[in-house]
């Protein structure tokens, strides 16, 4: 009996020692060598403290500030400890009210712009915490933040066209806008207005 168990009872533990210690540790060792900003998650850090990821999507409702997909994540949204998408379906009246009211609402805040809503601004993704828009949601709501800051329009495009990622090796995916990363640029190219800032 023990020389049917024996050999399975090795291999188990060698395997268990080889996959679930040595190439965990070799692989977070290469990591941190190779890919240490990516291996720590991608913080984004302003003024030595750590304001967020670049992978992780959060709330921005001020007027001044470019703001990202609606997020379903946690009670208030963008709660990176509850990633969860809508789940709904395009049949759902709940989903079409939903978008219906977000189409008002931007509206609402963007009265200056005219064109289609771009749909990644009114609908959720499967996770609730996308980082990206693409550039047209950005340059939908230009012409809010250059108003909010005082700046002309044409800077505020300029700056999101620099912060256009374009598709992973050049194929994978399409061209995107890092949220968090463009209104940080914008906090360090145009001063916060003080009537606005809080």
């Known amino acids: 009996m023990w020389q049917q168990i024996l050999p399975g009872l090795r291999i188990k533990i060698f395997l268990t020692v080889l996959l679930g210690v040595v190439y965990p540790l070799a692989m ?14 991608s913080l984004v850090t302003a003024g030595g403290k750590v ?14 500030y470019f703001q ?11 709660d990176a400890t ?13 989903l079409a009210d939903r978008v219906k009211a977000a ?6 805040d963007n009265p200056d712009y005219h064109g289609p809503i771009p749909a990644d601004l009114v609908t959720g993704s499967a996770s609730g915490l996308d980082p990206h828009l693409s550039p047209d949601s950005a340059r939908a709501q230009a012409a809010r933040v250059a108003k909010a800051r005082g700046v002309s329009l044409e800077q505020v495009r300029e700056l999101i066209a620099q912060f256009t990622e374009g598709p992973d090796l050049g194929v994978l995916g399409e061209p995107r806008v890092n949220v968090l990363r463009l209104n940080l640029a914008l906090n360090q ?10």
């Open 82 to 94: 509850a990633s969860s998408g809508y789940n709904q379906g395009p049949t759902n009246k709940k």
């Open 28 to 41: 977070t060792g290469i990591s941190q060598l190779f890919f240490p900003h990516q291996a720590n998650g």
């Open 68 to 78: 990202g997909r609606p997020s379903n994540a946690g009670a208030n949204g963008y």
């Open 189 to 198: 190219r145009f001063a916060k207005p003080q009537a606005v800032a809080k």
């Open 103 to 108: 189409v008002e609402q931007f509206r609402k």
């Open 51 to 64: 304001i967020g990821s670049e992978l992780i999507g959060q709330s921005f409702t001020k007027p001044e």
